[in-house]
């Protein structure tokens, strides 16, 4: 979050941090939003509704679901119970990287979400390091800056932490 905020503050734009169980519809109709956060995150779940790419949840399997392709599952994690004290082991994560323009609310919603926090971490690298954008712009068709687009991203995870995003696939419409 810290990340994303000084990204888009050394861009001139004005930043207000909001709690999910604070916001409310009518804030994401006055300003664009950024979402952080996927299956833990009511506001972005319900605002990804009708793209084309969104999360899934069945127990302890979590993946990413194409609308396009609704059979493919090979971008999921499982998470198992896990006792306290003991710490997940995670050797990929994913994340979907979006920019729309959210006919919900009329403005821009940019959501940056992993099925686990590592891979919510890679989305925000992949966004705030503009070498990765740049790489992926390189296999976008022209005028993508003005149309709605997603990413689907994939990473490595070692001892707990995220290592650099790699594009799966995108989408641009």
């Known amino acids: 979050m810290a ?25 994401f ?9 996927g299956l833990n995150d009511e506001w972005a ?11 899934r949840r069945d127990g302890t399997i979590f993946w990413i679901a194409d609308r396009d392709r609704p059979e493919w599952r090979d971008w999921r994690i499982e998470v198992p119970d896990i006792s306290d004290g003991e710490r997940l082991q995670l050797k990929r994560d994913y994340a979907v990287v979006s920019r ?6 009329g403005r821009i919603t940019i959501t940056v979400a992993g099925l686990w926090g590592t891979g919510t971490i890679a989305g925000g690298k992949f966004l ?17 800056q003005k149309r ?7 990473t490595e995870v070692i001892e707990g932490n995220p290592g650099p995003p790699q594009v799966l696939y995108s989408a641009v419409w």
């Open 148 to 154: 709605n687009l997603q990413f689907v991203l994939g």
């Open 100 to 105: 729309v323009r959210n006919g919900r609310t």
């Open 45 to 55: 779940l319900r605002l990804m509704e009708n793209m084309r790419f969104q999360f």
């Open 128 to 144: 705030t390091d503009s070498g990765y954008l740049r790489e992926a712009a390189k296999k976008l068709p022209a005028g993508w």
């Open 3 to 27: 990340r994303l905020a000084g990204f888009l503050q050394g861009r001139g734009a004005a930043v207000q941090f909001c709690r999910e169980d604070q916001a409310t519809f009518s804030d």
């Open 29 to 37: 109709q006055l300003f664009p939003a950024v979402l952080i956060g």
